[in-house]
T-cell receptor, first 115, second 113 residues
Framework: GAVVSQHPSRVICKSGTSVKIECRSL??????MFWYRQFPKQSLMLMAT?????????EQGVEKDKFLINHASLTLSTLTVTSAHPEDSSFYIC???????????FGDGTRLSIL | GDSVTQMEGPVTLSEEACLTI???????????LFWYVQYPGEGLQLLLK?????DKGSNKGFEATYRKETTSFHLEKGSVQVSDSAVYFC????????????FGSGTRLSIRP
């Protein structure tokens, strides 16, 4: 079945570092991918919709300059957390939908820890 | 806008007990409905889905029926196991690949041996 691969699974960085997270659809093309953030013991919060070949659509309250999204191909979207600080520490998850009433397929998530 | 409301947790049950986690939704049109499960430290996995009214999704002993008249999609299992301990998310989404998925708040389930 359809699979979404997310990398890396865990990142520990110093404050001020920029961190890139990749999301790949392995056996289908995804013109749209989604990025979520999950705080401990909470639900997933949609951060942005990544659109292949065009600008991402950000949810209200999400800083575009802080969370850079690039969707340069039909199988890859990247999220870059720029100049990360401890408050950016979280679990980030991507998803993609093959369409046609297929469910969203989620990556395994990236646990980001900023020291 | 569209929304999903699910039973607040945590829910703690003994092994082999019956489980029901309530989920109701509001939506325009005819969304697809899903239950996702998240085990500790992991991402989300699709547990089951239903794409139209009266459809029943089932997997690993879990079932949920798409009830349009009550706008509900309650998750049920007749006999839970310790390995079912996880967080369960009810969700809805439209047909298009560009459709956002809208999650409920999640219900944490703990099963005692």
């Amino acid at each position: 079945g359809a699979v979404v691969s997310q990398h890396p699974s865990r990142v520990i960085c110093k404050s001020g570092t920029s961190v890139k997270i990749e999301c790949r659809s392995l056996d289908f093309q995804a013109t749209t991918m989604f990025w979520y953030r999950q705080f401990p013991k909470q639900s997933l919060m949609l951060m942005a919709t990544s659109n292949e070949g065009s600008k991402a659509t950000y949810e209200q309250g999400v800083e575009k300059d802080k969370f850079l999204i690039n969707h340069a191909s039909l199988t890859l979207s990247t999220l870059t957390v720029t100049s990360a600080h401890p408050e950016d520490s979280s679990f980030y998850i991507c998803s993609a939908n093959p369409g046609g009433n297929q469910p969203q397929h989620f990556g395994d998530g990236t646990r980001l820890s900023i020291l | 806008g569209d929304s999903v409301t699910q039973m607040e947790g945590p829910v703690t049950l003994s092994e082999e007990a019956c489980l029901t986690i309530n989920c109701t939704y509001t939506a325009t049109g005819y969304p697809s409905l899903f239950w996702y499960v998240q085990y500790p430290g992991e991402g989300l996995q699709l547990l089951l889905k239903a794409t139209k009214a009266d459809d029943k999704g089932s997997n690993k002993g879990f079932e949920a029926t798409y009830r349009k008249e009550t706008t509900s999609f309650h998750l049920e299992k007749g006999s839970v196991q310790v390995s079912d301990s996880a967080v369960y998310f009810c969700a809805l989404s439209g047909y298009s690949s560009a459709s956002k998925i809208i999650f409920g708040s999640g219900t944490r389930l703990s099963i005692r041996p």
